[in-house]
């Protein structure tokens, strides 16, 4: 548990950086600071690990002051990882990530069997051990930037903007694979970004900086979507924070219809009247046939129109309806775990399940 | 070439001489340039004193310098300690602005993570800094080297044994072969030094060569 209780953060030349942030870190859990760049969320991140001194307050670890303890041993007890991974150019990836393990004064090959073993737990192959980080993909480089600050198995996991310097189809790689490792670890994380999506998506618990360093709202994702305690988070988590609040409904009993449907590769000698949606021999979706198409002989994939996104029953309201408003057809395809054809659904039907839910009813 | 092979022991000794007293202020140089190279990295108006000082000091002739340490230092004129001290100053003058930019060259973010990590200073220093600093070092290195042993020639004329004696001495005897055997070692001794410098930068920087090999094929 991480306690900030009355810490400010001014500097010299009178700049206030963190003003009277009082919040706790509940431990086991991913708490997300977010805000515009100058809101002091960094700031406040580094006060932790005494990287920046507090002017003022306390900051206690488990009702341990942090003043109490030498910076450097105080810092070997918390994983960091830093944008842009941070990563030693001159070391290879496996003494990259036994780092600290070598600094606490571990003998060396106890050290790099840790740091392999850690290898495989941020789902990297253990030949990628002898590589030096230039030879890394950005994503890869962030990776061992996690295994790096899990090696000495610290309790709290400070991570400041780690995926914000990847391209979206990685950053969106690394924070489930961050969601799967907090499944095993059960880490105290402090996870710090500007990107409010990144925010919702793996925050158990979410704090609003607004710029000043003051702290505008603080809890649940959901929450601060649904229920934003002002004008400047309302502002902050967007003009579609209605959408991204469909996030957090559970899709519990959408009935779904069904569409005429045709076998890829079967042969058809017809000119169809409506949207048909064609499947592989698997049942798998691979895309639709528009109204007035002439088929002879062989469905192939060539007259198809690409399908929208795809919907997996059980999971959110939110791809639910994106699945129906992506689709050609206007009409979402509902997928089973398998990937497999399950039914169609209007956005019209999501939208009679989102108004009849529970807590779907925003109280602004 | 009978020259040669009639004064091959003396040749020998000589070269033995020329290669203390131009590598010795290689080695001290390096000494002395580190802290003042982190010192000039560490504070912005001590580097702004430290390196145009070097600079200034580089421009000296190496014989005026020659000349004018023995006074200052109480030593004698043929004593070949003013020629290493000389040396010296010239290889921490080429050397401190390469550590002092080579210490700013290292990504602020990587010293951040030593320090997240638990790094303290001086481990910091050993540990990151100056091994990511090593591949600008050696190139500055390099340049002292060859300019030392180039160098150290001029001290013939104060009487000091190298290499270089065999100019004067060609010169006053007119025999030619002596001069060429001296300018042939001293560009065979430059080469072979420079070579061996830039094989031990090799050596110690397996990942500035990774490096150069994903860009290339970027």
Not at chain 1, 123 to 133: H, I
Not at chain 1, 245 to 266: C, H, M, N, Q, Y
Not at chain 2, 43 to 67: H, K, N, Q
Not at chain 2, 155 to 162: F, K, R, S, T
Request: with cysteine; hydrophobic share 45%.
């Amino acid at each position: 548990m991480i306690e900030f209780r009355d810490v400010t953060k001014q500097y010299p030349d009178g700049t206030v950086a963190v003003d009277k942030l009082n919040l706790t870190v509940e431990a086991g859990t991913i708490t997300v600071f977010v805000g515009p760049s100058g809101c002091g969320k960094t700031t406040s991140l580094r006060m932790v690990n005494r990287m920046i001194e507090a002017t003022s307050g306390t900051i206690l670890i488990d009702g341990k002051d942090i003043r109490d303890s030498e910076p450097a041993l105080l810092r070997r007890g918390m994983g960091y990882v830093i944008q842009q991974a941070g990563l030693f150019p001159h070391r290879t990836v496996l003494d990259n990530v036994a780092t600290v393990p070598l600094l606490s004064g571990w003998d060396k090959r106890k050290a790099r069997a840790r740091a392999a073993e850690l290898l495989e737990t941020v789902g990297l192959p253990a030949e990628m051990g002898r590589r030096y980080p230039v030879q890394l993909s950005g994503g890869q480089q962030q990776r061992v930037g996690v295994a790096r600050a899990l090696a000495a198995d610290p309790p709290i996991l400070l991570m400041d903007e780690p995926f914000s310097a990847v391209d979206p189809v990685v950053r969106e790689d690394l924070q489930n694979e961050l969601l799967r490792l907090q499944g095993e670890l059960d880490k105290t994380i402090v996870f710090v970004t500007h990107d409010i999506d990144e925010a919702v998506r793996i925050g158990e618990k979410v704090a609003v900086f607004r710029k000043g360093g003051v702290l505008a709202q603080y809890g649940t994702p959901a929450d601060v979507l649904r229920y934003p305690a002002d004008e400047f988070v309302a502002g902050f988590v967007g003009r579609d924070r209605g959408y991204r609040g469909l996030s957090f409904l559970e899709s519990s009993g959408i009935s779904v219809d069904r569409v005429e449907t045709a076998k890829l590769g079967k042969p058809r000698a017809e000119t169809v009247a409506d949207w048909v949606l064609v499947l592989d021999s698997d049942g798998h979706p691979c895309g639709w046939l528009p109204p007035g198409t002439s088929v002879d002989g062989s469905l192939t994939r060539e007259p198809l129109v690409a399908g929208g996104s795809l919907y997996t029953t059980g999971t959110s309201l939110r791809g639910a309806l994106d699945a129906a408003l992506s689709s050609p057809a206007s009409r979402g395809v509902v997928v089973d775990e398998d990937g497999k054809y399950v039914g169609v659904i209007t956005a019209r039907q999501v939208l009679d399940l989102i108004e009849g839910h529970p807590q779907a009813v925003s109280k602004t | 070439m009978n020259w040669l092979s009639r004064n091959i022991d003396a040749v020998l000794e000589l070269t033995g001489y020329h290669l203390v007293i131009a590598l010795l202020p290689v080695l001290f140089g390096l000494v002395i340039s580190i802290p003042l190279g982190w010192v000039a990295n560490r504070w912005p108006v001590a580097r702004a004193i430290l390196v145009p000082v070097a600079g200034i000091m580089y421009t000296i002739p190496s014989l005026v310098l020659f000349l004018i340490l023995p006074p200052l230092l109480g030593t004698r004129v043929l004593d070949e300690i003013n020629v290493i001290i000389a040396l010296t100053i010239y290889t921490v003058a080429l050397l401190v602005r390469s550590v002092a930019d080579a210490l700013a060259a290292v990504p602020p973010h990587v010293i951040a993570a030593a320090d997240a990590m638990g790094y303290r200073p001086v481990r910091r220093f050993f540990g990151v800094e100056l091994p990511l600093a090593v591949p600008v070092l050696v190139a500055g290195l390099r340049v002292a080297t060859v300019s030392n042993i180039s160098l150290t020639s001029v001290a013939a004329i104060l009487g000091v044994p190298q290499l270089g004696s065999l100019f004067t001495d060609g010169f006053a005897v007119e025999n030619y072969d002596e001069i060429v055997v001296a300018i042939i070692l001293i560009f065979l001794l430059a080469m072979v030094f420079d070579g061996l410098l830039l094989l031990a930068g090799r050596l110690l920087t397996p990942w500035a060569r990774a490096g150069r090999a994903v860009g290339a094929a970027k």
